[in-house]
């Protein structure tokens, strides 16, 4: 577009200057005309019959003259042309216009109607006598000017609808042409979402190279998350035996010692189990994202936690959660929401509530809420603490909370805990979500 701008420009400059030229030139043309056409006669009176050949000579006030005037004190008489209608042209100063080499001049003045005109004009010795006439032929700078803003305005138009043409043409050319990295970026979304496990192929070959590194990142990613996960079960699998057989020796020992080993041996096996997760959802973490609809899910957990726990009403408050997609493992979110609910059902009284909605950008929120004690600021500090028990006369491992703040950590989460408005502890979840 600037290179139609600087072209329009340098195309109607040359116009103006050329058709500027070629109106000088035609008045320098009938000016020698109208010299050719005049004599005087033995008294030294002007005569002559001048026909330029332009209508515009003889059309009253047209803005096109001529005019013959003596310019020696032996020559009298005058002529003009009809168009000049018996009025003058006044004579323009030698100080601002001086005679040239060939005894010509040129100016611009203001004729009658005040019409701005451009003279030509000359002074000639008509015989031997010296008698001499000054000739003017005068034009019209209007018919000049007129006809270059009516080649601007078709410039315009046609250098306007070659831009327009330019940008439409433009537009389709990056639209056709970048047509396949929108494939890329849908087939990734699939990737991303879960709907596929690679990129589709068939690209051009200039993106054939990246969908094919993609791919390779993506198999890695699997690979990485397949060997994490063997190496977990491997893991479990070498101390689920050694853990069993100890369990299995202090339950035959005596003296009450065989309540203190088999408390131990089974912290221990929580705790194995509890990095072992860690291990497997950091895992996943470098991987593609798993899409878990949130609603079955939590529908699911509620209803074990209420046959579990009959005495207490436990109440389940889903806004939108139908259409809230967990960007995460189903085990993952139910161990989360799992082990908010126990620990609520340890400490409550009479009422359960868990809250879904969706929140914040990309983000869902789970809140758990109970009508038991509650907990001070200090409290919550000390309960976030991995393996702290507030009540040590209440079954458990203390590794509650620690579980649900390390997973949701792992999903660049966050847990948030604090008063709840039924008068016990509220336990808000925030995990990550993705669009159907």
């Not at 929140?359 to 109970?370: G, K, L, N, S």
Request: glycine residues 8%.
């Amino acid at each position: 577009m600037v290179a139609l701008v600087v072209v329009g420009g340098l195309i109607s400059g040359l116009y103006e200057r050329t058709a500027t030229r070629g109106f000088e030139n035609l008045l320098t043309a009938q000016l020698y005309n109208l010299v050719n056409t005049v004599s005087v006669d033995e008294e030294g009176e002007l005569q002559g019959t001048p026909d330029l050949g332009d209508l515009r000579y003889v059309q009253p006030l047209s803005g096109w003259y001529w005019e013959v005037v003596p310019a020696s004190a032996n020559t009298s008489g005058g002529l003009s042309s009809a168009s000049l209608a018996r009025l003058s042209v006044p004579e323009f100063p030698l100080s601002r216009a001086p005679f040239d080499r060939m005894y010509r001049r040129s100016y611009v003045t203001e004729g009658p109607d005040r019409q701005r005109l451009h003279v030509t004009e000359t002074e000639v010795v008509l015989d031997a006598e010296n008698h001499a006439a000054r000739f003017r032929v005068m034009g019209s700078l209007a018919t000049v000017e007129d006809d270059i803003a009516a080649f601007d305005r078709t410039l315009l138009l046609y250098l306007g609808g070659v831009g327009l043409g330019t940008i439409l043409v433009n537009v389709l050319v990056i639209l056709i042409a970048l047509r396949p990295l929108a494939r890329v970026r849908r087939s990734l979304a699939a990737v991303r979402e879960g709907e596929a496990e690679r990129l589709e192929t068939g690209f051009p070959a200039e993106i054939e190279p990246l969908a094919a590194e993609m791919n390779a990142l993506i198999d890695n990613n699997r690979r990485i998350v397949e060997r994490s996960r063997t190496q977990v079960g491997n893991l479990a699998h070498s101390l689920k035996t050694p853990i069993a057989i100890l369990m299995n020796e202090a339950r035959a020992m005596e003296g009450g010692k065989d309540r203190v080993v088999t408390e131990q041996a089974e912290r221990m096996r929580q705790q194995v189990q509890h990095y072992l997760d860690r291990a497997r959802v950091a895992a996943q973490g470098q991987s593609i994202v798993f899409r878990t609809p949130v609603h079955p899910v939590l529908e699911r957990i509620v209803r074990v936690i209420a046959k579990l726990n009959p005495h207490l009403d436990v109440e389940f408050v889903a806004e939108a959660a139908d259409d809230i997609v967990f960007a995460g493992e189903r085990q993952d979110l139910e161990e989360v929401v799992g082990n908010l609910l126990e620990n609520a059902g340890k400490w409550a009284k009479s009422r359960i509530r868990l809250t879904c909605r969706a929140e914040e950008a990309e983000r869902f929120a789970v809140t758990i809420e109970d009508d038991g004690p509650g907990l001070t600021g200090a409290e919550i500090r000390e309960a976030l603490k991995r393996g702290k028990r507030l009540d040590e006369a209440t079954p458990g491992s203390g590794l509650g909370l620690s579980i649900v703040r390390d997973v949701t950590g792992e999903y660049r989460g966050r847990l948030e805990l604090s008063r709840s408005e039924l008068g016990g502890l509220s336990a808000k979840v925030l995990l990550p979500r993705i669009e159907r």
